[in-house]
């Protein structure tokens, strides 16, 4: 089975965590007593991006913005499929002025952004899984912003309802394995309601199921090309599930951001030009 997964070339934008910083709390992880290392910083950032080249992935740069020390998590400005771009209007007010210099980002490249009505995190809450979109909303993303999704890109949207604060984006909760056909995914079950959990055994009864250790790692803000998984290295049972599956981990390492509440998938956006 291992040579069966064929990996698809991905186009991700990032921004370098040059003003990386907890200077709030926006989350359970955040804590602005605490110092981060940013020149550590730094060096996992640049790890991540090398390892998403080596594997043949463009990876393009938005400028970091001084004031802004969350503007690393591209995943949160935008959602972008077959080339629409739904911005992005966060929850929190400190970090409502990343929309802008994403935005400004979108244009230059040719694209034009939807701005969102009501609380909407980009793919922090709405992850891209193939024939529909997964949603996530509880702590973030409203479900009025689901509607507003399904409504501009046509594509089914599932509404799951977060219920831990410590996995408060869809994307700490969970991660798409494989895009093509019926796809697959991983999650961890009890970031979920009772009735969300029913949803997502009923979508992937082959699902990799998660731990909450792994799930506390950051294992899941992972990023698959449908062979390689870029994944956290302290989700060590997780790596091995994947692989029993025929996928190849990435051991990534992006602890220093995990102190902001973010990992691997949250650094990463990925723009979406053609249906999958
Ligand atoms: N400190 C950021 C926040 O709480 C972290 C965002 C992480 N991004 C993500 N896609 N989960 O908003």
């Known amino acids: 089975m291992p040579d069966s ?3 698809r070339r991905r186009r991700f934008l990032v921004c370098e ?4 910083a907890v200077h709030y709390a926006i989350n359970p992880w955040m804590d602005p007593g605490r110092s981060v290392d940013v020149i550590r910083a730094l060096d996992q950032w640049r790890a991540l991006v090398d390892a998403y080249r080596a594997h043949g992935h463009t990876v393009e740069t938005v400028a970091p913005v001084p004031g802004l020390p969350d503007m690393v998590f591209a995943a949160n400005a935008a959602v972008v499929l077959e080339g629409r771009v739904l911005g992005s209007l966060f929850h929190a007010p400190e970090r409502r002025a990343e929309s802008l210099p994403y935005e400004a980002w979108f244009k230059q490249a040719g694209f034009e952004v939807h701005r969102p ?6 793919e922090g809450d709405l992850v891209p899984a193939g024939r529909w979109i997964l949603a996530g909303t509880g702590f973030r993303t409203t479900p009025e912003a689901h509607r507003e999704a399904q409504e501009f890109f046509g594509v089914p949207v599932i509404g799951l309802t977060l219920v831990d604060p410590y996995f408060y984006h869809l994307d700490t909760a969970l991660f798409v394995l494989d895009d093509e056909g ?3 995914v991983a999650y961890y079950p009890g970031a979920f309601s009772p009735g969300s959990r029913e949803v997502l055994a009923r979508l992937y009864p082959d699902a990799v199921i998660a731990t909450r250790e792994d799930a506390l790692a950051f294992g899941l803000n992972a990023v698959s090309d449908g062979r390689h998984v870029f994944l956290s290295p302290g989700a060590t049972a997780l790596a091995g599930q994947v692989a029993d599956r025929g996928y190849v981990p990435v051991p990534v390492d992006l602890s220093e ?4 509440g973010g990992g691997i998938k949250c650094c990463t956006q ?3 030009e053609n249906r999958s």
């Open 257 to 260: 951001f995990h102190k902001a």
């Open 182 to 184: 019926d796809g697959n």
């Open 5 to 7: 997964r064929v990996p």
């Open 270 to 272: 990925e723009i979406r």
């Open 17 to 20: 965590p040059r003003h990386f």
């Open 117 to 122: 009505g009501s609380v909407c995190e980009g």
